[in-house]
């Protein structure tokens, strides 16, 4: 069955940088795209980035532009967020995500970013 494991959350200081990885398995990684969401409290979850099966193109929240960075490596199965400059409205649950259609939807159990001084 799919599994999408993420990890590298944690608390850190405003300006400050986190990665975050996802680990996937039980599917053929590399034939799909893949996908950070976020949920922060009280909010709805939004989508953070995306990435294209081989990693050709990716797709960034306009919040995020500019300081986070998606990637992957097939040959690991992994996933990876990039974040630079966080700031406090950063602070949310990070999800790993990745669907079959729209209505096929795999999310992991998610990783929690503190951003605060």
């Known amino acids: 069955q799919v599994q999408l494991v993420e990890s590298g959350g944690g608390l850190v200081q405003p300006g400050g940088s986190l990665r975050l990885s996802c680990a996937a398995s039980?599917?053929?990684?590399?034939?799909?795209?893949m996908g950070w969401y976020r949920q922060a409290p009280g909010k709805e979850r939004e989508l953070v980035a995306t990435?294209?099966?081989?990693?050709?193109?990716?797709n960034y929240a306009d919040s995020v532009k500019g300081r986070f960075t998606i990637s992957r490596d097939n040959s690991k199965n992994l996933v990876s967020l990039q974040m630079n400059s966080l700031n406090p409205e950063d602070t949310a649950v990070y999800y790993c995500?990745?669907?079959?259609?729209?209505?096929?939807?795999?999310w992991g159990k998610g990783t929690l970013v503190t951003v605060s001084s």
């Open positions: 995500h990745t669907n079959r259609s729209s209505a096929i939807h795999y």
């Open positions: 039980g599917f053929t990684f590399r034939s799909y795209a």
């Open positions: 990435i294209t099966s081989a990693g050709g193109s990716t």
